[in-house]
């Protein structure tokens, strides 16, 4: 058996690019940033960011490009691939994931604020209501004050 899934949710490092292909087919090329943190042996607050390339096509690519922008909140679930080419006789590589399934992220957290979840089969697109955001407090939570 064999499982290739990416899920992320992240924010938008640039605004989506619309393409078309010698088809027709529309694709969306964009990047997603996702923020870790974590405390190191010091109890110094660590963080780090990794930046996930996205492709999307048909309706999902129209839909992402026309509501998505720069800083906006996504949800992603999709598969990866690695694709290669020769530039200048050198080998590059890029592996990017590529979108089966979207939600667009909260409107609180920079996302466009609309409701649509998408697939790539059109059949699958329906409408949620929008749901209500939790708001955590701004304080860090010190390890030492968790009871077990």
Do not use: C
Request: hydrophobic residues 25%; proline residues 7%.
């Amino acid at each position: 058996m064999y499982l290739n899934r990416a899920t992320i949710i992240g924010n938008l490092t640039r605004d989506p690019e619309l393409k078309s292909l010698p088809s027709g087919v529309k694709v969306v090329n964009f990047s997603v940033a996702t923020n870790r943190v974590w405390y190191d042996e010091n109890r110094q607050k660590q963080e780090a960011t990794d930046y996930h390339n996205m492709v999307a096509f048909g309706k999902p690519a129209e839909t992402i490009a026309q509501y998505m922008k720069k800083g906006n909140s996504i949800y992603v679930e999709g598969r990866l691939q690695t694709r290669s080419w020769e530039q200048d006789g050198k080998k590059n590589y890029r592996t990017e994931i590529m979108v089966e399934k979207f939600q667009f992220g909260p409107k609180g957290s920079g996302g466009a604020g609309s409701p649509v979840s998408s697939s790539n089969n059109d059949s699958d697109e329906q409408t949620q209501p929008p749901t209500d955001t939790i708001d955590y407090p701004d304080d860090d939570i010190n390890p030492e004050d968790i009871p077990f």
